[in-house]
């Protein structure tokens, strides 16, 4: 995969995980909930993401890197689109934890960066990849509001589906 490829995957685990903190308490009315209820949007999904990466190596060593990264981008993709239509907090926290799937795509760029170039070019490479890693969750929440201003929080979550289901495509 190209470089830019491999910045993406990388990209849309880190926006997922704060895209959507500056809607929490519009979700919170809208799920007729606590705010500490809904904060475990966050906290939940934080654990789903390390429990992930306990197995992710294994899973992609045993069936190969591109299949275990387009099953969990597609499973990301149908939990993001399940996430805007729910009323449910239980159902929406599920489908929470069920995005941190895209986590396989944090872990496995770089897996990827390892396994196609040199040594002595990977550093650089993982170096682009980490960069796209760290930029994102300094733009996610701004581009997080401005979604839930303009359009409701479900906007996140339609943005989050559509750039997983375009990072699938890619």
């Known amino acids: 995969p190209h470089i830019a490829t491999l910045i993406l995957l990388a990209g849309l685990s880190a926006l997922n995980m704060s895209i959507f903190v500056p809607s929490l308490d519009r979700m919170a009315v809208y799920f007729d909930t606590e705010y500490g209820v809904m904060q475990l949007a966050i906290s939940g999904y934080l654990f789903a993401t390390a429990f992930v990466q306990l197995f992710i190596g294994p899973i992609s060593d045993r069936f190969g890197r591109r299949k275990v990264v387009l099953v969990s981008l597609a499973i990301f993709v149908a939990a993001s689109a399940a996430a805007i239509f729910t009323t449910s907090i239980f159902w929406f926290l599920f489908f929470r934890m069920m995005q941190a799937i895209v986590a396989t795509a944090m872990v496995l760029s770089r897996a990827i960066v390892r396994d196609i170039v040199p040594q002595n070019e990977a550093a650089s490479m993982i170096g ?32 989050l589906a559509i750039a997983g289901l375009c990072t699938f495509t890619l």
């Not at 996610?140 to 401005?146: D, E």
């Not at 409701?152 to 979550?157: E, L, N, R």
């Open 128 to 159: 682009y990849v980490t960069m796209g890693m760290a930029l994102v969750p300094m733009v996610g929440p701004m581009l997080g509001g401005a979604f839930e201003q303009a359009f409701g929080w479900q906007a996140t979550f339609v943005f």
